[in-house]
């Protein structure tokens, strides 16, 4: 038999048991939405890429569809030291264009082990289609970094060159 508390009002209270059990379920309930809205990923936000001569580019991380899209259309400019950085899922033959861009960008098609496999110096904007598509690269490249164009003669960037990556905290 069961004991069940009888309060002045004449209504009896379910057991404790069941009040803790609902409770716990709750509290459970509350902690892991709060896991999971925290502990979601997060934007890469911003590579520091470093060649070989030190200088180094701000890079923004393109990895989501969209970004690998668009690019930087229908952006008016590209700061000076600043560049973007598009992260393939897989290694491939990589196309991209300068469909609605702005500015001229140089392009730097990278390998996985992060050495310079190809390079496209001022790359004009696409204003009519059919844009053309700069690529691919003589072997498989996992990224492509763009930056203004002159950005590869400035920093004396070539084929071959070992690149290095840094997460910018």
């Known amino acids: 038999m069961t004991s069940h508390r009888t309060h002045s009002t004449g209504k009896v209270s379910p057991p404790r048991s069941k009040k ?70 897989q290694s491939g033959l990589h196309r991209v264009w300068t469909k609605e861009y702005r500015f001229n960008v140089d392009m730097m098609w990278i390998n996985e082990s992060k050495h310079i496999v190809h390079i496209v110096e001022t790359a004009v904007p696409c204003e009519i289609d059919p844009c053309e598509r700069h690529g691919p690269p003589p072997e498989r ?26 997460l910018r905290m």
């Open 20 to 89: 803790r059990l609902l409770f716990l379920a709750l509290m459970s309930l509350l902690l892991i939405s709060g896991a999971l809205l925290f502990n979601t990923p997060t934007d890469p936000g911003v590579m520091l890429v470093r060649f070989p001569g030190g200088t180094v580019l701000e890079a923004e991380v393109a990895e989501t569809p969209e970004k690998l899209l668009f690019g930087l259309a229908f952006r008016d400019e590209l700061p000076d030291g600043h560049g973007l950085l598009f992260l393939f899922e």
């Open 141 to 166: 490249a996992r990224y492509v970094l763009m930056a203004n164009g002159g950005f590869v003669d400035r920093a004396a960037v070539s084929v071959g060159q070992e690149l290095v990556f840094a």
